[in-house]
Nanobody, 122 residues
Framework: VQLVESGGGLVQPGGSLRLSCTAP????????MAWFRQAPGKERTFVAS????????FYADSVKGRFTISRDDDWSTLYLQMNSLEPKDTAVYYC????????????????WGQGTQVAVSS
């Protein structure tokens, strides 16, 4: 399934946004899904992931306690709930899916959406 993100926008510091991404449902070929972000002039970095079949979640230290990754009941939409947003969260947010593992046993993300812009500013 093509990954399509939505929900980005401009929000004031301390505010909240919820990003959405189309997801493949109970597809046996999907091992995990994740959110990454890329701030202006910086490399793309990991934000959060969910192991697709176990539901285990993982977060970057910078967003722990503020962001929550989840999927809906029919596994067709991936979410990123972002609370207590800070200017440093400003970035293009990308949804990604993994069909397997890399040589070090970590999820290898091989499909990407086009991204949605999040801007945090007063």
């Amino acid at each position: 399934v093509q990954l399509v993100e939505s929900g980005g926008g401009l929000v004031q510091p301390g505010g909240s946004l919820r990003l959405s991404c189309t997801a493949p449902g109970r597809d046996l070929g999907t091992k995990a899904m994740a959110w990454f972000r890329q701030a202006p002039g910086k490399e793309r970095t990991f934000v959060a992931s969910i192991a697709w079949w176990s539901g285990d979640t993982f977060y970057a230290d910078s967003v722990k306690g503020r962001f929550t990754i989840s999927r809906d009941d029919d596994w067709s939409t991936l979410y990123l709930q972002m609370n207590s947003l800070e200017p440093k969260d400003t970035a293009v947010y990308y949804c990604a899916s993994s069909s397997g593992w890399g040589p070090r046993g970590n999820f290898q993300f091989d499909a990407w959406g086009q991204g949605t812009q999040v801007a945090v500013s007063s």
